[in-house]
């Protein structure tokens, strides 16, 4: 299966409908590949919560009509990173989309752990409440955001859901790259499963961003990691190894903690 990572880089010297055009080059650019993934708030950088207000749009707003339309030229599954949604009630999300190689919408993921603590997207932002997988032919992907990547317990909650390749959408900033990294293999290892991680380049709103895309295989090696600036990442994996490595080293059937009561 060859995934193509998509580090784009935001910075406020380009439009948001210029940066919508020249992701959706990108993403047709990966015609060949079978998933493609942007990262988190691509559209207005992840930091750049003075603007979220004013660039929310509704689910099938331009985001969704310019990457569906990326998708079914391409012919790719395309996880496209995530947006600024404004719901029916007024609630903004930070929302997720995943498109079939047809260009159909199959998922829309809210991010569950919003950041900030008292500021930012912790106030400005619902929390989504559910888990979402997508069921690809070679793959049952599990959706993640950013901040997500630090709570363990959702990734076994999409691993418990039929999750074997993780993906994640971020916006990580450089301060805390090492973070990135650590928590990406570890997601990895205690799940027995790939783990796709892209991040944004550039600057948000004063906040450098880390890059260093990655991906890892369920035993935690690192099989690709892009740099600091905007690059495609591709890279070539088996997802059937998941399910052997679940086979050869059965860690996962050892649990005795947040498993449900037996009846």
């Known amino acids: 299966m060859l995934a193509s990572l998509i580090q784009i880089a935001v910075n406020p010297d380009e439009t948001t409908n210029s940066r919508r055009e020249r992701a959706a080059s990108l993403v ?3 015609r060949g590949a079978d998933l493609v993934v942007l990262p988190e708030l691509w559209p207005v950088g992840a930091f750049a919560y003075t603007v979220f207000d004013e660039e929310a749009e509704p689910l ?12 079914a030229e391409a012919g790719v599954w395309l996880h496209a990173g995530s947006f600024v949604e404004r719901a029916e009630d007024g609630t903004l999300y930070n ?21 900030g603590f008292d500021k930012g997207e ?15 032919p070679q793959t049952t992907l599990g ?25 994640v959408a971020a ?9 990135w990294t650590l928590l990406a293999q570890a997601r990895a290892v205690e799940n027995q499963a790939y783990v796709l991680a ?18 890892v295989d369920p035993w935690g090696e690192v099989l690709a990691e892009a740099g600091a600036g905007e690059e495609v990442l591709s890279v070539e994996f088996d997802p059937a190894r998941t ?4 086979e050869q080293f059965p860690a996962l059937k050892d649990r005795r903690l947040g498993l449900a009561p037996p009846r």
């Not at 892209?198 to 991906?215: E, K, L, M, P, Y």
């Open 28 to 30: 047709v650019a990966q």
């Open 60 to 71: 099938r707003g331009p985001t969704h009509e310019v990457m569906a339309e990326a998708a």
């Open 95 to 115: 929302t997720s989309l995943v498109f079939t190689p047809e260009g159909e919408r199959a998922a829309a993921y809210r991010k569950i752990h919003r950041f």
């Open 122 to 136: 912790a106030v400005m932002m619902g929390a989504g409440a559910e888990l979402v997988t997508v069921a690809l």
């Open 143 to 167: 959706l993640a955001t950013c901040y997500d990547l630090r709570f363990p317990e959702m990734f076994r909650g999409l691993v418990d859901a039929g999750a074997e390749t993780l993906v």
């Open 171 to 179: 916006g990580w900033p450089e301060r805390r790259r090492s973070h």
């Open 198 to 215: 892209v991040g944004t380049a550039g600057t948000h709103a004063g906040v450098d961003q880390a890059g260093r895309s990655i991906v």
């Open 243 to 246: 399910v052997t490595t679940r």
